[in-house]
């Protein structure tokens, strides 16, 4: 399937950049997560990723506003996609597939030869990007999800 086009009014690409996480971005990053999950990421973990030499984490920002983020670890030869998260009113507009290609190529930069990711089996429209994308499904992790017990799916794309 062909890439989505952006469609958020009065957004070209070149007009979304991403900049590697940092401490002034916490605050607003942790406002999205309690927005998008049932179980978000803490504080504490979004200053791990900024501590960890292993994490490679992009904000993205529409002029001055953070619109979502995309976080991996790198380890060995594999990018183990860590997050992935668009705010609500960019949702389904081609952003998730920008945040995608841009770690995708983070992670081919820095040598990894796959991706991996885990994302809920009742994430429909995740699956979808990510299955456009190429991943594929490689597994199920019973019960991933401590609060809800949800199984996550297991996903693999080859760099």
């Known amino acids: 399937m062909s890439k989505p086009r952006l469609d958020i009014p009065g957004a070209e690409p070149e007009s979304i950049r991403f900049v590697p996480l940092a401490e002034e971005h916490i605050d ?9 999950y049932a179980e978000p990421w803490t504080r504490t973990m979004f200053y791990e990723e900024l501590r960890n030499d292993l994490s490679f984490f992009y904000v993205a920002f529409r002029d001055d506003e953070i619109i979502g983020y995309v976080g991996f670890w790198l380890v060995l030869d594999e990018a183990h996609i860590t997050t992935v998260v668009v705010k609500r009113p960019y949702r389904g507009r081609g952003l998730g597939w920008m945040l995608m290609e841009h770690i995708l190529a983070r992670a081919r930069e820095q040598g990894a030869r796959i991706a991996t990711l ?3 089996v009742s994430n429909e ?8 994308m190429g991943f594929r499904t490689v597994g199920i992790r019973k019960g991933y999800y401590p609060r809800t017990g949800e199984d996550a799916q297991v996903m693999l794309l080859e760099l």
Do not use: D, F, N, T
Not at 125 to 132: D, K, V
């Open 118 to 120: 885990e994302v809920r």
């Open 125 to 132: 429209r995740a699956i979808s990007l990510y299955q456009r």
């Open 28 to 36: 607003s990053l942790m406002a999205i997560e309690h927005e998008a």
